[in-house]
């Protein structure tokens, strides 16, 4: 052992010389207490009782198994998990939660550790557009592969416990893997072995008594709701069912992540949607002639692309984009990704078309367009899926679809209106700049509703995200309803009185129509990032 | 093309093999090439760790499997006791702060000048009382008898006192007075035996988590009582709990002796026979009858009643407390109370019983018996001339270099440092301003003193950042030396990794400021740590912590341990579990325990109409240690508590304040303030709230008062308000 050895004599260099005191331990490799291979694993003989003697046979699987009665919360579990499995820094894999249940005379207090569940229908596997998620046919362990993962992060929106976790050295995601090499060779998993109280074990579970109890309600105390993808961890102790009786508390947790690449793409995507469909019904209603057309339509590319840019930008791995679509069959990113591919190639293509004047056989450019406009909405949807199906409180369909579908609206409308007033002058902008302030106003009217009282659906999320909105988002709050009023209502109804008139002032208008694009853009940005924050999993 | 990839590089990773040295699976890219034991160095349970070592450097941590300790556990400190050793702010060099104020490296020779000569103006100009130390409970047993023989026979100084002061001080005056010394009498194995167990002011599933996972061993099906204000996580796996109302512990104490009177459920042979006090004792508990305990602590009569009964019920009784008893206006009277249950019932010196004391930190026995700050080396006493002449004599010294008074306590000091009589102070391994009660008292006492030294591992602690000059420290698994454990167990550790830069261990630290300082002669004999624990082990013989019976680190660690006492001649290969008092002799010169009783007092600080709620503080997680100086430099650790400080109230308290969790509030106290979210649980009653100790806020809020008898620290008791931040405060 050369580190023990090449301790310098300290102060050598110094002129005070002091001799290492350490003079016995700069030997200690002879002290090193005597280890031999034949000694027991870690906890050998208590752990043979908490992994199952034989392997799942047909129609069963491995699951942990919880003693909420015996778990204390000390959290050895976690740092097992992290130590045995050589996680990185600060990477766990598994948690442990505090249930604060019960009344005052007869207070209930709940630790409870949690990881993989090793679901039977495992949303992470459903969302994943790369497939790097599979579920072994005979142990019911959900893998993922690793080098096959893009690091596009969907799997931590949809998994409902929020379990897979992005590793951002590596630009992938990781989880648990139930330790399988480990109990391929009898020995215990990393957190069964960590757990002093022995309260976590390894169990042969019955996937049809497991898919009924998941049915049933509550798997998961404290957790999301099990019907959602039929979690195998069966938690087993006297307070269970106190645990669900009474209202959860709001949780105490913080701002979310915010995504910032995928909330440009989300609004950037929709701002090129929104630009082509509501160009493409002024050109069918316009005739189909003059500049508007080509130029809304060339927009709408720009903002796509700028939108795919951003995309990549969020992902791990972008080196590896191109695996996206692999899931095409089962994930709504990959449907997503292959709709809006779809849009832009047809977007170009129909922009090409409208600028270069081609004389197609009648009908036709129309016919693109429409295909063009129905990809893009096609693609907006799959978007709006993408954040539905992970069942969060505040992403529910209504509400992601009218927010992407206005988003579209409010900056579609706002970017003709800017290329109107400055390629043919504020008045033919006008129908746009009221059509921008209606959407804004609607929208900021909307999402406003979060702040109203007493609505007993989803209460106690909405109050989670009210306290969020109102204390730690506060900056961005001010910003996204600020800027939105702004950009979105007042200056495109100010731009819409400076151009009415014989003698529109066309400078004036153009800053004010360019402020407004830009200010919409900007605060429909942040209102993407506050449903980022503000999201929280299933309870 | 393949379209998935099962296999490659990240796979590989992740991918685990028969790690050797009986581990079992370990990573593959962090198998070990040796394997090294060594203690942990956070808490006094003393688990052994194993340290991978793997091309030079430690690599990973498991629990020790053959260690009597942890037998193969430990909790998530233990697992991340590496991280700390390998966080980017650790102090590299000496610093010294310059006159604009900045601290700037400087080598050992000049560091050590600067402390010699401030050190020795102060002390010509001003006298012995115008410095002092301030030693630790988590440095090796070696390296703080180094410190306080250094600081008080070699360079002069009278006053040294430990962070101890803040944990065990209370324990150590009630063992003192009670047994005749500050003798924890039991062994873990204890935990398993008992047929009733009661736990006094201990959330153990939190604060020693392996001491639980005794509990859980046990085979009795014993009953666990938890007399605790807060619903913790241990009174939740408790059999009972009695939630008392916060300070009513010595009134209830009394209460059930009051019974066990009455009711004729005295030992009587073993009380005659073994005790001293007892007509005192139920004269004093006479005026303590259910009713009026009941009034004080908000427990039935009943509920006492059946405690009672459990008590005399029981065949094997321990009585275990912690922080709850002994960080409390009267707490060592309380731990009194608690013996005395023992003592009335017999249940002390058999399996499964015991008045037990449970440590806080790793080395705080330790610092009890060899710091020599309160007390002479081996629990003697400063103005005994004959112990100090004892010592003397061992050590080869001059008895008159030897104190003749004892220290100040560590509040004296602060006092001292605030009338402005002390000028000086050495803080080594502690993080006074963080830790110590009422936090602008502290700090202002501090910005009086001409001349601050800190010895730490970071130069980033809140102490350090006063200093005028730091000295870095080599941390735990950088060095060599002895830990002693809750129930007497010395265990060993060793250096496993280099420290960094010219951080050097403490031992070598004092050993050089000695020879700057011109009295490194006295010190020849103390080479290396092990030759400090023959020598310790020499000053301990015909004490009652006698270890003159281990002959060295290696009798260490072949044993797993060893507990105190081993007198010279006694087994070359002890018990591994021992405890004490089966012959029913304590201490006192007439072998008779102390039956001490005294009056509750009033708590400092009671509620009123402005600051209606009752603060109680304490640990709040197992992956938070202190002040954090350490855990917080694992992100592991970090993850698994709230970053932010928080406050825990109960839901009707927070209603008349409409406060819901998660929001963020104020928590006020005539001394501060502190920002903290609030978690609204009916763990805890109405009219109390509780803050985790670690965040450095809490601490402007407790109010200083003391135990008269230990001079520990009230932390568990102030008057408080909370209220919606406003916006500017938010």
Same mark, same amino acid.
């Given at each position: 052992m050369s580190l023990l050895s090449a301790v310098p004599a300290i102060g050598e260099t110094e002129e005070v010389v002091v001799t290492p005191s350490a003079g016995g331990a700069l030997t200690a490799v002879e002290q090193f207490a005597e280890y031999h291979d034949h000694v027991l694993a870690p906890g050998g003989r208590r752990y043979r009782d908490l992994i199952p003697t034989e392997r799942p046979g047909p129609g069963h699987q491995y699951a942990f198994e919880v003693d909420l009665d015996a778990c204390t919360g000390c959290k050895a579990c976690v740092a097992a998990c992290h130590s045995l499995n050589g996680l =990185?820094?600060? =990477? #766990?894999w598994r948690s442990v939660s505090l249930l604060h249940r019960g009344t005052a005379a007869e207070p209930v207090l709940q630790t409870v550790t949690a990881s993989c569940h090793h679901c039977l229908d495992p949303a992470c596997l459903r969302g994943c557009p790369v497939d790097a998620y599979e579920k072994d046919p005979l142990t019911g362990i959900v893998r993922h592969l690793d080098d096959q993962?893009?690091?596009?992060?969907y799997c931590t929106l949809s998994c409902p416990y929020e379990v897979p976790a992005y590793e951002p050295r590596r630009g992938i995601v990781r989880k648990c893997d139930m330790c399988h090499g480990r109990l391929e060779a009898g020995e215990a998993p990393a957190c069964v072995q960590g757990c002093p109280n022995e309260a976590i074990s390894i169990a042969v579970v019955d996937v049809a008594a497991s898919r009924a109890a998941a049915e049933s309600g509550m798997s998961v105390p404290g957790a999301a709701p099990s019907f959602i993808t039929g979690p195998t961890t069966v938690y087993v102790g006297s307070r269970r069912e106190a645990l669900t009786r009474g209202a959860p508390s709001p949780e105490p947790t913080g701002p979310a992540h915010d995504h910032p690449p995928l909330a440009v793409m989300l609004v950037l995507t929709q701002l090129a949607v929104g630009a082509f469909v509501i160009g493409l019904i002024r050109a069918v209603i316009g005739g189909g002639s003059g500049p508007a057309p080509a130029v809304d339509a060339g927009l709408a590319v720009a903002s796509g692309a700028l939108a795919l840019a951003a995309s990549v930008f969020h992902l791990g791995r972008p080196r590896y984009a191109h695996r996206a679509v692999i899931g095409l069959r089962h994930s709504w990113l990959s449907r997503e990704i292959v709709a809006f591919g779809g849009f832009t190639g047809l977007a170009v293509l129909y922009a090409a078309v409208v600028a270069s004047r081609l004389r197609l056989p009648a009908g036709w450019t129309e016919t693109l367009g429409w295909l063009a406009a129905s990809s893009g909405a096609t693609a907006v949807a799959c978007s709006v899926m993408i954040y539905a199906t992970t069942r969060r409180a505040s992403w529910r369909v209504g509400t992601v679809a009218s927010r992407f579908g206005l988003s579209g609206v409010v900056c579609g409308s706002a970017a003709l209106a800017w290329a109107a007033v400055v390629t043919t002058g504020p008045g033919s902008a006008r129908p746009l700049l009221v059509l921008v302030a209606a959407a804004a106003a609607l929208k900021l009217a909307g999402e406003a509703t979060v702040f109203l009282p007493g609505r007993p659906a989803d209460h106690a999320d909405r109050v989670r995200r009210a306290r969020l909105l109102k204390q730690d988002l506060r900056p961005r709050v001010v910003t996204r309803f600020g800027l939105g009023a702004l950009s979105g209502v007042v200056l495109p109804l100010a731009a819409v009185w400076l151009s009415a008139g014989a003698h529109p002032a066309a400078l004036p208008a153009a800053l004010l129509a360019s402020g407004a694009l830009g200010g919409c853009v900007a605060a429909e940005y942040a209102e993407r990032s506050l449903f980022f924050t503000t999201a929280s999993a299933p309870r | 093309m393949r379209l998935r990839h099962r296999d490659g590089p990240l796979t590989r990773e992740l991918v685990r093999e028969p790690g050797g040295f009986g581990l079992g699976q370990v990573p593959s890219r962090l198998k070990p090439d040796a394997v090294a034991s060594l203690v942990c160095g956070f808490c006094s349970t003393g688990c052994s760790l194993d340290v991978h070592l793997r091309d030079d450097g430690p690599v990973n941590i498991t629990p020790s499997v053959?260690?009597?300790?942890n037998q193969g556990q430990a909790c998530p400190k233990g697992w991340e006791a590496l991280a700390p050793l390998a966080a980017s702010d650790r102090a590299v060099t000496p610093l010294w702060r310059d006159r604009r104020g900045r601290l700037q490296p400087i080598s050992w020779p000049v560091a050590s000048v600067h402390f010699v000569e401030r050190f020795r103006a102060l002390l010509d100009r001003h006298g012995p009382d115008s410095v002092a130390f301030l030693s630790t409970g988590q440095i090796p047993t070696e390296e703080m008898a180094l410190l306080g023989a250094l600081a008080k026979f070699g360079m002069g100084m009278v006053h040294g006192d430990g962070n101890t002061r803040q944990c065990m001080a209370t324990t150590a005056a009630a063992y003192k007075e009670s047994f005749g010394f500050d003798a924890p009498p039991y062994t873990y194995a204890d935990f398993e035996e008992s047929d009733v167990i009661v736990l006094v002011g201990s959330n153990l599933c939190i604060a020693h988590p392996i001491m639980w996972e005794r509990i859980r061993a046990n085979r009795h099906d014993p009953e666990v009582v938890v007399v605790d204000p807060r619903k913790t996580e241990t009174a939740m796996a408790a059999t009972r709990h009695l939630a008392i109302h916060p300070k009513s512990d010595l009134t209830l104490m009394y209460g059930l002796a009051h019974l066990l009177v009455r009711n004729g459920w005295v030992d009587r042979e073993f009380v005659d026979t073994y005790t001293s006090g007892f007509e005192e004792l139920a004269a004093h508990v006479e005026a303590f009858p259910p009713e009026r305990v009941s009034a004080v602590s908000g427990i039935s009569t009943a509920d006492l009643e059946d405690l009672a009964a459990l008590i005399h019920g029981g065949e094997r009784v321990s009585f275990w407390w912690t922080m709850g008893v002994n960080q409390s206006h009267e707490g060592t009277r309380t731990a009194q109370a608690i013996i005395n249950l023992a003592l009335l019932t017999g249940?002390? !010196?058999?399996? !499964? #019983?015991g008045a037990n004391s449970i440590t806080g930190q790793c080395n705080a026995m330790g610092s009890r018996l060899f710091s020599n700050t309160t007390n002479l080396f081996g629990g003697r006493d400063f103005s005994s001339g004959a112990d100090r002449n004892d010592v003397a004599a061992i050590l080869g010294i001059d008895a008159g270099r030897i104190p003749t008074r004892p220290s100040w306590s560590y509040d004296r000091i602060i006092d001292a440092a605030a009338d402005g009589t002390l000028r000086g102070l050495w803080v080594v391994a502690t993080n006074s301003a963080h830790s110590w009660i009422d936090q602008s008292r502290l700090r202002e006492a501090m910005s009086r003193l001409d001349f601050l030294v800190v010895q730490d591992m970071y130069a980033t602690t809140e102490t350090a950042e006063l200093a005028d000059l730091v000295l870095p420290a080599a941390g735990w698994g950088e060095k060599d030396g002895t830990f002693i454990n809750s129930e007497r167990r010395i265990g060993r550790i060793r250096p496993v990794a280099r420290p960094p830069g010219a951080a050097i261990p403490d031992f070598d630290i004092f050993r050089l400021l000695a020879d700057a300082w011109g009295c490194g002669d006295l010190f020849r004999a103390w080479t290396t740590p092990e030759e400090v624990f023959r020598l310790l082990a020499r000053l301990s013989q015909g004490r009652p912590c006698d270890i003159g019976g281990i002959t060295g680190y290696d009798m260490i660690d072949r044993a797993g341990g060893i507990q105190w006492p081993l007198p010279a001649g006694t087994d070359a290969v002890p018990a591994e579990e021992r405890r004490l008092f089966s012959d029913g002799r304590f201490f006192h010169r007439d072998g008779r325990a102390r039956l001490v009783v005294g009056d509750p007092t009033p708590v400092a600080e009671p509620v009123s109409a402005e600051f209606p709620l009752v603060l109680l503080t304490g640990r709040a997680s197992s992956s938070q240690w202190h002040t954090q100086t350490r855990t917080a430099k694992s992100a592991v650790l970090r993850a698994m508590s709230p970053a932010d400080p928080y406050v825990e109230m109960a839901p009707a308290d927070a209603s008349a304040r409409s406060l819901v969790t998660g929001d963020t509030t104020l928590v006020r106290s005539r001394r501060g303030s502190m920002r903290a979210r609030v978690v609204v649980t009916p763990t805890i009653r109405e009219g109390q709230v509780f803050v985790p100790m670690h965040y450095g806020a809490t601490n402007r809020l407790t109010h200083a008062s003391f135990d008269p008898h230990s001079r520990q620290p009230a932390y568990k008791s102030a008057a408080v308000q909370v209220g919606p931040a406003t916006r500017r405060e938010r």
């Open positions: =990185e820094d600060g =990477e #766990t993962c893009i690091g596009c992060r | 053959r260690y009597p300790v249940n002390i !010196g058999r399996p !499964g #019983t």
